[in-house]
C-alpha cells in the first residue's frame, strides 16, 4: 500500500530556532500533499496544501511566513516551521494523494514538535 | 461554512457493539471518511463511503449515510480492546482542493 512517512518523528527545539519537518511518499508520486497541525485531544486542522513546482495554498489565519512549505519533488514536502515559539508546539501531520481528486489521502505519521 | 461535528466520548464493554455518530453540514460532500488514530500515531482509513450511498460494510464495520439529515455512523461489531483509540469522521467537498474537514474526534474506550 501507499506509505507516507514523516521525518523526525519528534523534536524539541529552542524558542527562536527554526525547525524543518520532512514528508515522502516512499512508494507513489504524490500530486499533491497536506499539512495538517494537532493540538492534544482536538482534531486536525489543515495549514496548507501544496502541489510540486507551485507555491502552496495556505488556509485562513496560517501564517505564510511562519509555517514556510516547499514542495520540492513528486515526493518531498517540507514544512519549516521559522522563528518557534511554546505555542507551535503540536503534533503535525502530512498527507498526499497519489493522483489528483482521489478518494483516499494517505497520511504519515506526525511529527511532534515541542518548543521550549 | 464546512463543519463536521462528533460526539467526544463513548465507554463500552468488550463484545458489545460501539457507535459513533457524525454530523456534517456540506451538502455537497462526495466523500465521507472514519479514521482511527491511536496515541501518538497517525490517522488510519477505517473505511470511506461515497456520497450516493446508503450504507457500507466492511468486516465488523459497518457505515451509515443519512443524507437527507447529513448524519453518518460507524458501528464496530464485537468491538475489542484494540479498538480502543480516537476516531474521527471527515468529508471532503465538492471542490477540486481535495481538502479533508475532520470532526473533533470520538475517544473509545473498551472496558475489558
Known amino acids: 500500500g501507499a506509505v507516507v512517512s514523516q521525518h523526525p518523528s519528534w523534536v524539541i527545539c529552542k524558542s527562536g530556532t527554526s525547525v524543518k519537518i520532512e514528508c515522502r511518499s516512499l512508494?507513489?508520486?504524490?500530486?499533491?500533499m497536506f499539512w495538517y497541525r494537532q493540538f492534544p485531544k482536538q482534531s486536525l486542522m489543515l495549514m496548507a496544501t501544496s502541489n510540486e513546482g507551485s507555491k502552496a495554498t495556505y488556509e485562513q489565519g496560517v501564517e505564510k511566513d511562519k509555517f514556510l512549505i516547499n514542495h520540492a519533488s513528486l515526493t518531498l514536502s517540507t514544512l519549516t516551521v521559522t522563528s518557534a515559539h511554546p505555542e507551535d508546539s503540536s503534533f503535525y501531520i502530512c498527507s498526499a494523494e497519489d493522483r489528483p481528486h482521489s478518494y483516499e489521502q494517505y497520511f504519515g505519521p506526525g511529527t511532534r514538535l515541542t518548543v521550549t | 461554512g464546512e463543519d463536521v461535528e462528533q460526539s467526544l466520548f463513548l465507554s463500552v464493554r468488550e463484545g458489545d457493539s460501539s457507535v459513533i455518530n457524525c454530523t456534517y453540514t456540506?451538502?455537497?460532500?462526495?466523500?465521507l471518511y472514519w479514521y482511527k488514530q491511536e496515541p501518538g500515531a497517525g490517522l488510519q482509513l477505517l473505511t470511506y463511503?461515497?456520497?450516493?450511498?446508503d450504507m457500507k460494510q466492511d468486516q465488523r464495520l459497518t457505515v451509515l449515510l443519512n443524507k437527507k439529515d447529513k448524519h453518518l455512523s460507524l458501528r464496530i461489531a464485537d468491538t475489542q480492546t484494540g479498538d480502543s483509540a480516537i476516531y474521527f469522521c471527515?468529508?471532503?467537498?465538492?471542490?477540486?482542493?481535495?481538502?479533508?474537514?475532520f470532526g473533533q474526534g470520538t475517544t473509545l474506550q473498551v472496558k475489558p
Open positions: 512508494d507513489f508520486q504524490a500530486t499533491t
Open positions: 463511503i461515497f456520497s450516493n450511498m
Open positions: 471527515a468529508e471532503k467537498g465538492s471542490s477540486n482542493t481535495g481538502k479533508l474537514i
Open positions: 456540506d451538502s455537497s460532500s462526495t466523500y
